[in-house]
């Protein structure tokens, strides 16, 4: 005797569990999937799990340029600060440290560019969230 007959009366019985078991298949399998920016996400951590403070190819030609030297003190100070602006939820910060500004992107602890407070034109930052003076 088939076992099918016996646990379904009708071809549209089977269907429906047949649909109802891919449906399920189909979740788990949406469930189990990594989207590739949290795959990204996790490479970037695994790239820079030290917590360094890093600086952008751009920021690293700004400082040249400019003939900014930071000392060990400042460089210190920035990174607290940059701590601090994580810490009150801010992505894109302003840092000022003595007399020097800098742009960082908090989420990849990258500072994007730097200058002497003085060089800034009407003393405007834009496209930043937050602000912090060390």
Not at 31 to 46: M, N, T, V
Not at 60 to 66: F, I, T, W
Request: hydrophobic letters at 35%; charged letters at 25%.
């Amino acid at each position: 005797m088939n076992p099918i007959s016996n646990q379904f009366l009708s071809i549209r019985q089977i269907q429906n569990e047949y649909q109802s078991q891919n449906r399920k298949s189909n979740q788990t399998l949406k469930e189990d999937r990594i989207s590739f920016s949290d795959i990204l996400e996790a490479k970037a951590g695994e790239l820079d799990e030290s917590g360094d403070l890093r600086f952008s190819k751009h920021a690293a030609n700004r400082l040249q340029d400019r003939n900014i030297d930071l000392t060990e003190g400042q460089l210190k100070r920035l990174a607290e600060g940059t701590n601090k602006a994580g810490a009150k939820g801010i992505k894109e910060s302003l840092v000022l440290v003595d007399d020097l500004a800098f742009i960082v992107n908090i989420k990849n602890n990258m500072v994007i560019t730097a200058m002497n407070q003085g060089e800034t034109e009407n003393h405007i930052f834009t496209n930043i969230d937050g602000a912090v003076i060390m």
